[in-house]
Structure formats: structure tokens, C-alpha cells
């Protein structure tokens, strides 16, 4: 890489990174190419030269944050972790993330952009459903899932638990101590109401 690309690529970087600082704070609407252009210290003109539009901006902010996070997690897995470990770290990715891109953001990006829309499921498809079959595979090799339970049973529990994570989220955050609330919530997950391991 030259010196042009490299200053390039850091430029763009910087808008990406302005960028994802204001999805934290502000509503999607709210953020306008001007706010971006003056936080990231550069001009309008150079964000729309880059990215085209604040859409196109959004979305690549969007997809390189998930792209990174993927990559993350698949380096993770394959440092050989126990099961628990693996989802708990699925547990506290996901905390990070929404953070960052919170459920309600996710729909209304997805809504408003069909490209995003499409990358969601692509990667559910692609990456995130084959990653958690194997690590449900897996668990079952080293016991720490019992064989009689599908792995198609085991994928509608941990979507049926994911699809209220944000409830379970704010549930936490009120219970007063959260970590204690979501070290449970995993336990529940794993062994039950029995309790038994």
C-alpha cells in the first residue's frame, strides 16, 4: 500500500469510526452528513467522494463492525474453549454489540436499507448458523451437551433465548447487579432449573 492509499484508508477510517460513535449516542435519523463531516474533521465533500451517501456510509460502518466481530469470534473458537466459555463469551460479544448497534437500530437499519437486510441474513446463514451447529456438535462430542438432545432443538433454545436478549438486557441493568443476573441466566441455560451439572 502507498502513502496515498494509506492516508486514504486512514481517512476513511476515521469517518467509519465518527460514524459509529454517533449510532451510539444519536438516532439514526438525527445524523446528518454535516455532524459526521465536523466530528470526523473532515469536509462533506470528502465523505460523499468515499461513501456516495450517508446510506452507503452506514452500511459500511455497519457491515465492517460485523465483519470484525465475526472474525473475532471465529479466532476465538478456534483456540479450543470448553462450552460454557464459548457461550458465555457469546453472551458478553452480544452485550458489546448491542451496545453499539441495539436490536431496535438493527430493525430500522434493516428496514431502511435492503442491502443491509440482505448482509443480516447472509450472515446468519453463512457464518452465524454453521459456527453455532458446530459448536453444538462439539459440545456433544465432550459431553457437555447430552446426545439425546437434537441440534436442531438446541438451535431453536438458543434462538428462542437470543430473540430476547434485550429484554433480558434490561432486566439485568435493573436487577442491580448485572453480571450477577446474566451469570445466572447462562447457568439456567445450561443446566436447568435442577440445577444439575
Excluded at 32 to 44: E, G, K, P
Aim: no cysteine; net charge negative; charged share 25%.
Amino acid at each position: 500500500m502507498n502513502g496515498f492509499e494509506k492516508r486514504a484508508s486512514s481517512i476513511k477510517a476515521k469517518i467509519m469510526n465518527t460514524t459509529l460513535e454517533l449510532l451510539r449516542t444519536t438516532e439514526l435519523k438525527r445524523i446528518r452528513v454535516a455532524d459526521i463531516a465536523r466530528l470526523a474533521n473532515v469536509s462533506q465533500v470528502t465523505i460523499y467522494n468515499y461513501f456516495g451517501s450517508k446510506e452507503a456510509l452506514v452500511r459500511e460502518t455497519f457491515q465492517t463492525y460485523f465483519d470484525g466481530a465475526i472474525a473475532d469470534f471465529e479466532a476465538y473458537l478456534a483456540e479450543g474453549h470448553p462450552l460454557k466459555e464459548k457461550i458465555e463469551h457469546i453472551v458478553f460479544l452480544k452485550k458489546a454489540s448491542f451496545r453499539d448497534f441495539p436490536p431496535g437500530l438493527i430493525k430500522e437499519l434493516m428496514a431502511g436499507d435492503p442491502e443491509i437486510a440482505l448482509y443480516i441474513e447472509r450472515q446468519y446463514r453463512e457464518k452465524s448458523l454453521p459456527m453455532t451447529a458446530r459448536i453444538i456438535e462439539e459440545g456433544k462430542e465432550s459431553g457437555e451437551i447430552a446426545s439425546s438432545v437434537s441440534t436442531p432443538n438446541v438451535l431453536a433454545f438458543i434462538q428462542l433465548f437470543m430473540n430476547q436478549y434485550d429484554r433480558i438486557l434490561d432486566m439485568a441493568q435493573n436487577s442491580g447487579d448485572r453480571d450477577g443476573f446474566l451469570e445466572g441466566m447462562l447457568e439456567l441455560f445450561f443446566y436447568g432449573l435442577s440445577g444439575k451439572r
